[in-house]
């Protein structure tokens, strides 16, 4: 691919490093490529970040035909710049793409659009330490026109922002309300998908579960309202009785997170029978009444792992672990972390280097 580069005669402004606000502070340069039906993917191009031109009438502002990713950079102690698993990213963004009828971008195409965008912002990706370059991805429909179909054209645009440390105070478990009224996906719908739509679809439980001092909602299954599915935008995994569970995917109300998938294997590797399957809200429930739910922790790219303190059921209190982060949570925190910058070897073949 020829991707033509255009460079910045006016530098951004960079945030402190020691206080970056997430997603708010874009880096100098994006990345864009159109695609036209009967044409593909063309025009590949990094310019300067800023406004695009679109008419009000294009389809993604009207019917969300729209999917993203998200994904980090690496600066390690040597200087060297790193992706996690962006292969991962590309794949699950072509199986979003299929069930929204947007076309795939190849995936060679995908990942040298990321990594020459990265290496021509490097001295973007910051080096304080837990900091990192984040990358978002983005595929959305431009016809400009009000009728329901799949969009004809669409645009490709990676954009990145320096992201500051997600614990700077250290880890603190949360506090989550269990959301029994609204959902945020059903069986056969876009659950699985990552796209805007399912977040749109989560905006009103949250904000209300804010409201009332709780940093997440755990999501139940959008058919019975019973099955644990997820903890506001991360997967959910849960120590009962010595054995990990995490919600089953075969839903497809699940996203498939890839930190889910790494932690995963992990805990395999390190002798942990990891059961995916239904977990009914009465399970998790029963397990913190009788003392056999002993750790439960989000995972995802932004957070790595989010220890779970407190869950709030029908007007009562559940407190895991007395509040405190577990063994295991902050084992998978360590590990991944080590692995994502550097500091520990990886065996797995996670690791992708971009300069
Ligand atoms: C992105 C996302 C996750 C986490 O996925 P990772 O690949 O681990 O970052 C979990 N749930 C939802 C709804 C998401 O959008």
């Given at each position: 691919?020829?991707?033509?580069?255009?460079?910045?005669?006016?530098p951004?402004?960079?945030?402190d490093?020691?206080?970056?606000?997430?997603?708010?502070?874009?880096?100098?340069?994006?990345?864009?490529?159109?695609?036209a039906?009967?044409?593909?993917?063309?025009?590949?191009?990094?310019?300067?970040?800023?406004?695009?031109?679109?008419?009000?009438?294009?389809?993604?502002?009207h019917?969300?035909?729209?999917?993203?990713?998200?994904?980090?950079?690496?600066?390690?102690?040597d200087?060297?710049?790193?992706?996690?698993?962006?292969?991962?990213?590309?794949?699950?963004?072509?199986?979003?793409?299929?069930?929204?009828?947007?076309?795939?971008?190849?995936?060679?195409?995908?990942?040298?659009?990321?990594?020459?965008?990265?290496?021509?912002?490097?001295?973007?990706?910051?080096?304080?330490?837990?900091?990192?370059?984040?990358?978002?991805?983005?595929?959305?429909?431009?016809?400009?026109?009000?009728?329901?179909?799949?969009?004809?054209?669409?645009?490709?645009?990676?954009?990145?922002?320096?992201?500051?440390?997600?614990?700077?105070?250290?880890?603190?478990?949360?506090?989550?309300?269990?959301?029994?009224r609204?959902?945020?996906?059903?069986?056969?719908?876009?659950g699985?998908?990552?796209?805007?739509?399912?977040?749109?679809?989560?905006?009103?439980?949250?904000?209300?579960?804010?409201?009332?001092?709780?940093?997440?909602?755990?999501?139940?299954?959008?058919?019975?309202?019973r099955?644990?599915?997820?903890?506001?935008?991360?997967?959910?995994?849960?120590?009962?009785?010595?054995?990990?569970?995490t919600?089953s995917?075969?839903?497809?109300?699940?996203?498939?997170?890839?930190?889910?998938?790494?932690?995963?294997?992990l805990?395999?590797?390190?002798?942990?029978?990891?059961?995916?399957?239904?977990?009914?809200?009465?399970?998790?429930?029963?397990?913190?009444?009788?003392?056999?739910?002993?750790?439960?922790?989000?995972?995802?790219?932004a957070?790595?792992?989010?220890p779970?303190?407190?869950?709030?059921?029908?007007?009562?209190?559940?407190?895991?672990?007395?509040?405190?982060?577990?063994?295991?949570?902050r084992?998978?925190?360590?590990?991944?972390?080590?692995?994502?910058?550097?500091?520990?070897?990886?065996?797995?073949?996670?690791?992708?280097?971009?300069?």
């Amino acid at each position: 691919m020829d991707i033509k580069i255009t460079k910045t005669t006016a530098p951004r402004q960079k945030p402190d490093p020691n206080n970056i606000p997430f997603g708010t502070f874009f880096s100098d340069h994006m990345f864009l490529m159109d695609y036209a039906k009967g044409k593909g993917w063309y025009d590949p191009r990094i310019v300067p970040y800023g406004p695009l031109s679109l008419e009000p009438s294009i389809m993604a502002l009207h019917y969300a035909q729209e999917a993203f990713e998200g994904l980090k950079a690496y600066r390690t102690a040597d200087g060297h710049i790193q992706l996690f698993r962006p292969t991962e990213n590309i794949a699950r963004m072509a199986r979003s793409c299929e069930k929204l009828c947007i076309p795939e971008v190849p995936a060679d195409m995908y990942l040298e659009a990321i990594k020459a965008l990265v290496e021509v912002d490097k001295d973007w990706v910051p080096s304080a330490p837990d900091t990192s370059l984040y990358i978002r991805p983005l595929v959305f429909a431009t016809d400009p026109q009000l009728g329901v179909h799949a969009s004809h054209t669409y645009i490709f645009c990676i954009m990145t922002c320096p992201v500051g440390s997600y614990y700077p105070e250290g880890i603190n478990p949360v506090r989550i309300a269990i959301e029994g009224r609204e959902v945020r996906a059903v069986r056969g719908g876009t659950g699985f998908a990552k796209c805007g739509g399912n977040y749109a679809a989560s905006l009103h439980a949250s904000e209300l579960a804010g409201e009332k001092g709780f940093s997440q909602v755990l999501w139940l299954d959008g058919v019975e309202q019973r099955y644990i599915e997820e903890v506001g935008s991360m997967n959910v995994m849960f120590k009962i009785g010595g054995k990990i569970v995490t919600p089953s995917l075969a839903s497809g109300s699940v996203l498939p997170g890839i930190t889910r998938k790494s932690a995963v294997q992990l805990l395999t590797e390190w002798g942990y029978e990891v059961q995916e399957r239904n977990i009914a809200i009465d399970e998790l429930i029963a397990a913190a009444e009788d003392g056999t739910l002993e750790e439960a922790w989000g995972t995802g790219t932004a957070a790595v792992v989010s220890p779970i303190g407190e869950i709030f059921y029908h007007d009562k209190d559940y407190t895991i672990n007395a509040g405190q982060i577990g063994p295991v949570t902050r084992k998978l925190y360590d590990t991944i972390t080590g692995i994502q910058w550097g500091k520990t070897a990886d065996p797995y073949g996670w690791i992708v280097p971009v300069v």
